[in-house]
């Protein structure tokens, strides 16, 4: 069969950035999880296949006097508490699936508050396989015929793929099978299906896609890492254990390859060619990856994590018989699986500490997220240029290059209906509806190189033709064979000349027929012995044939028997596979009970250090409270003190007072009463009458004298104008001397002269900063008609907030009077004959009104 030659393969040019004008807006859709019990509260109602309607929950309107209204959200699709993990697999990660196989990326990430089934969406239960684990049976449902062996394809560590040819590939596979600590080495696909993902998707529900290259061959590789606190962590290394010093996992970078996609840098990318294979390793990345237990999530992830399918194709070359060994023509495509972090308020998660941090660092990467979405959308709608903040966060910055057209996006809203996350969810809905308006550009197809098709088909039926010759032949037989046939034909007399020249020759026709009749008895000889080894032949094959009843009878006892014992070994083979199954169940529920308990351990030391603390803390402030009581009952003492001795000042001043007033009105009644008694005995004869006499002070004058209010008795005699004195304010301070523009001059023979004074007619904070005394001048008019001067003085000083203040201490009282007759001022109980008049300013100062002679008086409250 001819064979066409090997053409050259044109080369063909490295991927380029879509730059058609194609765009889709980003796939949302809403899944909402069945609630945990019948009673609770449901704040979520499906209208239709694609709306949703949330209403308030009675205890919010109550707070919010019914400000609430329900509101309602449009999806791509809406999955109903009854939706199977299948139907959702159809509608939104099948088409995904089918544009991988077909050289485009793809994005696929739930969305929701923690505890609304993201990670069940994503990963499944057993029995109820999730994205993840279809997505990967899918995949190898397609490409199962046409996978490349090992080591055909090899990662450059630079987010390429290489091409090896058949050789290097068998020594690469021989070398890492002889290394005694291999990086990571997965399981073969020969051994058994885990029992347990054999559950999670069953034989009815696998599917597969029809529109696969068959002039291909693929090859699968998966990574799978975990964003933690904005730190990118590998699930898939296998780092070296010490027990003396462990050393905590090493954190990735993202670095950017030639053709400007993102890529973790060092990430474990693990060749698989089964969906058990795969599963496997997720599995043992999922192990490694951080949850804990929080109030409302008893396995809460702690971490965003992100599961890469990576699909390398490369095509065959003209005979359809090996890969073309350019690698310009591989391409490689990927679908990331993400389960995002629940967002959550730590005031209903009650989180301290690393739980704390943990929250805050997942919001803050969800608002990034967020943040991203609102600028792509300004910028879309508005024709503004605003620069994306992809680099605020691992998670936007990984997958910058999805929402600039390097694929599909789609995004799994998952919703709990219960009342209580009413308000988060209200916040998940806004941002769901605003990423709908997101649109990312179309990705363009890909060719795999411009071969003829069929390749693969062409050399496979190449291959059966030939082989269906070789057993149309079957094996040599002796006519066929001249060795033989020449071997026979010597064995035999040779045959004389059969010419007849002369018709007398009676010598040839003799000899020939004596060599025929030789040759016909060695035939006859040679029958006879092949009929003799026939007949042995014949006996030995009855006896073979005898021989062979006896072993087939024996072996149909053999195999009754050994039919017996499959049919055990299928029983035990069933039980073992049970056993398998339920010890695997067990380990699971053992790891999640090993990482509860380890939860409950921290938050129990946790909550014995906050106890601890609180103590310490009580017994502070307990001490604290005993030192303010007593603190404060010193104070209560001393305040009740002092409030008393000023309360018995108060009473005592009030009473002396009093006390004064009393004198004074005693006093002017008695001089009203001389002066009555006076005028009638001035009138009935002229005889002098006495003069009312002054009752004795005598026993006043051994009783500590206090500073009295009333006025001094008055002077009968004229008055006698004493030497000029200066005012009591006359000192060595500096005063300010305020005296109003409205007083009158008095031009009497007694005024206050104050050295060192500022003469003011209007305050100001200036002159008040220079001296430290102040003294006003006011006057009145007092009751009998005549101008009454008051020295109000007091003590100027600073005050907190930098001004002047002035506090009054002193009053003294200037007053003039005319004097009607020598007979109207006599001091009461005096004698006959003038009285001395008396300096009033070496007296004690009276609180009363008392007139004098243009005398100095002194007054003071």
């Known amino acids: ?82 939706t199977t993990q299948m139907e959702l697999f159809e509608e939104v990660a099948k088409p995904l699936i089918e544009d991988l196989i077909h050289c485009k990326n793809g994005l696929l990430f739930t969305y929701g508050v923690t505890g609304s089934g993201k990670t069940f969406t994503m990963t499944g239960s057993p029995g109820e396989g999730g ?49 005694p600590t291999p990086v990571l080495k997965t399981p073969s696909s020969r051994h058994r299906p885990d029992p347990e993902f054999a559950d999670m998707i069953s034989s009815e529900e696998a599917c597969k896609s029809e529109n696969v290259d068959e002039d291909c061959c693929y090859s699968v590789f ?84 992100v599961f890469t399918i990576k699909l390398a194709q490369a095509p065959l070359d003209a005979d359809g018989d090996h890969i073309l060994q350019d690698k310009s023509q591989v391409n490689v495509s990927q679908l990331c699986l993400v389960d995002l972090a629940g967002s959550e308020r730590t005031s209903r998660t009650r989180a301290e500490g690393s739980r704390l941090r943990e929250a805050g660092n997942i919001n803050q990467s969800l608002m990034t997220l967020r943040t991203c979405m609102e600028v792509l959308r300004e910028n879309q709608m508005y024709g503004t240029n605003k620069m994306v903040p992809y680099r605020d966060s691992k998670i936007t910055h990984l997958f910058k290059n999805y929402f600039d057209g390097e694929g599909k996006v789609r995004m799994i809203v998952c919703v709990n209906p219960k009342a209580d996350d009413y308000e988060e969810t209200i916040l998940v809905m806004r ?65 004389p000349p059969c010419e007849l020249v002369d018709p007398a020759d009676d010598q040839t026709l003799p000899r020939l027929i004596e060599v025929l009749e030789t040759r016909l008895r060695i035939r006859q000889m040679m029958t006879e012995q092949f009929n003799k080894t026939a007949n042995t032949l014949k006996s030995m094959l009855q006896q073979f044939d005898g021989q062979l009843s006896a072993k087939d009878t024996f072996l149909h006892d053999q195999q009754s028997k050994l039919g017996e014992k ?39 030391r946790s909550l014995q250090q906050e106890l601890e603390t609180r103590e310490q803390r009580l017994l502070r402030e307990l001490s604290e409270k005993k030192r303010m009581e007593q603190r404060m009952q010193g104070m209560v003492t001393d305040a009740r003190h002092k409030w008393e001795k000023e309360c018995e000042r108060r009473v005592n001043a009030k009473q002396l007072e009093m006390q004064n007033k009393l004198w004074v009105k005693d006093e002017k009644l008695k001089q009203l009463k001389a002066i009555v008694t006076e005028s009638s005995s001035n009138s009935g004869g002229g005889c002098a009458a006495e003069r009312p006499e002054r009752p004795s002070r005598e026993r006043d004058r051994n009783v500590p004298q206090k500073r009295s209010a009333s006025p001094s008795p008055i002077p009968t005699a004229l008055p006698v104008h004493p030497m000029h004195r200066r005012s009591h304010s006359a000192g060595g301070e500096k005063w300010v001397d305020h005296k109003p523009a409205c007083n009158l001059d008095l031009d009497t023979v007694m005024q206050p002269i104050i050295p060192n004074a500022i003469k003011v007619s209007t305050p100001n904070e200036k002159a008040l900063s220079k001296c430290n005394m102040y003294v006003l001048r006011h006057q009145e008019l007092a009751s009998d008609g005549e101008i009454e001067t008051k020295l109000i003085k007091g003590n100027v000083f600073k005050t907190r907030a930098g001004g002047q203040a002035v506090q009054f201490t002193d009053i003294e009282t200037l007053r003039q009077e005319c004097a009607a007759g020598p007979s109207r001022k006599r001091r009461s109980g005096s004698g006959e004959g003038p009285v001395q008049p008396e300096d009033v300013e070496n007296r004690p100062p009276v609180a009363g009104t008392s007139s004098s002679y243009s005398h100095q008086k002194r007054r003071k409250p």
């Open 431 to 495: 941002f769901a509806e605003m990423t709908q308006e997101v649109e990312v550009a179309r990705p363009v197809d890909r060719p795999i190189c411009f071969l003829a098709a069929g390749r693969r088909h062409r050399n496979q039926a190449f291959r059966d033709e030939l082989s269906r010759r070789l057993d149309d032949r079957g094996g040599p037989t002796y006519s066929d064979d001249p060795v033989l046939l020449n071997q026979l034909i010597e064995s035999l007399p040779v045959l």
């Open 1 to 82: 069969m001819y064979r066409q030659g090997k053409g050259k393969t044109p080369r063909r040019h490295g991927p380029k950035k879509a730059t058609n004008t194609d765009k889709d807006p980003v796939g949302v859709c809403c899944r909402i999880r069945p609630l945990g019990a019948e009673d609770e509260e449901c704040c979520v109602e499906m209208i239709s296949s694609s709306t949703i309607q949330l209403h308030a929950p009675d205890g919010l309107k109550a707070n919010r006097n019914g400000e609430f209204k329900e509101t309602q959200y449009s999806f791509k699709k809406v999955f109903g508490i009854k």
């Open 222 to 305: 998966v990574s799978y890492i975990e964003i933690y606190n904005n730190y990118i962590y590998d699930l898939l290394e296998d780092a070296p254990y010490d027990p003396i010093r462990p050393k905590p996992p090493q954190s990735k970078i993202l670095r950017e390859d030639q053709n400007h996609n993102m890529y973790v840098a060092g990430c474990t990318e693990v060749e698989v060619k089964s969906t058990e294979e795969a599963f496997e390793v997720f599995w043992k990345g999922q192990k490694k990856r951080r949850i804990a237990n929080t109030e409302l999530n008893r396995e809460s992830s702690r971490s965003h994590s």
């Open 566 to 604: 499959d049919k055990v070994i299928v029983s035990q083979r069933t039980e073992i596979e049970r056993l398998e199954k339920k010890s695997k169940t067990l380990e699971y529920k053992i790891d999640i009970l090993q990482k509860t308990t380890d939860v409950y351990e921290q938050d129990k």
């Open 131 to 179: 994205l993840l684990p279809r997505s990967l049976d899918m995949v190898f449902n397609s490409i199962g015929p046409f996978q490349a062996k090992r080591y055909v394809f090899k990662p450059d560590e630079k987010n390429g793929m290489e091409v090896q040819n058949q050789v290097d590939a068998l020594l690469e596979r021989q070398k890492r099978d002889s290394q």
